[in-house]
């Protein structure tokens, strides 16, 4: 069964940062690309980062140079270091398997999710 464990949210302040933390099990975790998505209140669900086993890395362009994503094969570990945190990124943060498809990473719709870690920078 499928199942991912997201932990590391908080609160702080902007220019801050954090390091998030996501345990994946019940998948080839070495198989799998994985990325990080985030859902602000009212917007959808968005990817932000993916990595592979591989070392393909991708971000979407507002956390480039501020966000670093990294995997720990070992442990069936994600980790997302985020810094110069902005307003902006106050979500909920989320991991879960990511597919290439049409050009670009998902996550398919009816694979399960996680609760998700809360973020919120404000000062």
């Known amino acids: 069964q499928v199942h991912m464990v997201e932990s590391g949210g908080g609160l702080v302040q902007p220019g801050g940062s954090l390091k998030l933390s996501c345990l994946a099990s019940?998948?080839?975790?070495?198989?799998?690309?994985m990325a990080w998505f985030r859902q602000a209140p009212g917007k959808e669900r968005e990817l932000i980062a993916v990595?592979?086993?591989?070392?393909?890395?991708e971000y979407t362009d507002s956390v480039k140079g501020r966000f670093t994503i990294s995997r720990d094969e070992a442990k069936n570990m994600v980790y997302l270091q985020m810094n110069s945190l902005k307003p902006e990124d106050t979500a909920v943060y989320y991991c879960?398997?990511?597919?290439?498809?049409?050009?670009?990473?998902?996550?398919?719709?009816?694979?399960?999710w996680g609760q998700g870690t809360q973020v919120t920078v404000s000062s």
């Open positions: 990595g592979t086993s591989g070392g393909t890395i």
């Open positions: 019940g998948i080839r975790f070495s198989a799998n690309a």
């Open positions: 879960n398997v990511a597919y290439y498809s049409l050009d670009r990473w998902i996550a398919l719709p009816d694979d399960p």
